[in-house]
């Protein structure tokens, strides 16, 4: 088996990027735009640096994140709806 891939791969992460956007499920640069020249250098290998933006989309991603529950005193639980 291969190592997986962890954030520090990323060279706009690596680098601090000013436009890397660090997708949840492949930490690729959601935010790479052709026309921008800061994102030249992440062209050269996409695969690791950028993230296919048509397969992980906004919505499938927001579920994957977990929102925060907190166990109350009198037994109810509250949930965060924020980013549904």
């Given at each position: 088996?291969?190592?997986?891939?962890?954030?520090?791969?990323?060279?706009?992460y690596?680098?601090?990027?000013?436009?890397?956007?660090?997708?949840?499920?492949?930490?690729?640069c959601?935010?790479?735009?052709?026309?921008?020249?800061?994102?030249?250098?992440?062209?050269?290998?996409?695969?690791?640096?950028?993230?296919?933006?048509?397969?992980?989309?906004?919505?499938?991603?927001?579920?994957?994140?977990?929102?925060?529950?907190?166990?109350l005193?009198?037994?109810?639980?509250?949930?965060?709806?924020?980013?549904?």
């Amino acid at each position: 088996m291969g190592k997986q891939k962890q954030p520090e791969d990323v060279l706009g992460y690596r680098k601090r990027c000013l436009n890397y956007i660090k997708c949840p499920v492949c930490y690729g640069c959601r935010n790479y735009r052709t026309t921008d020249p800061d994102c030249e250098t992440c062209k050269k290998s996409p695969k690791i640096n950028i993230c296919n933006t048509e397969i992980h989309k906004p919505g499938p991603i927001s579920q994957l994140v977990p929102r925060p529950r907190i166990k109350l005193e009198n037994g109810k639980t509250f949930k965060s709806n924020k980013g549904e």
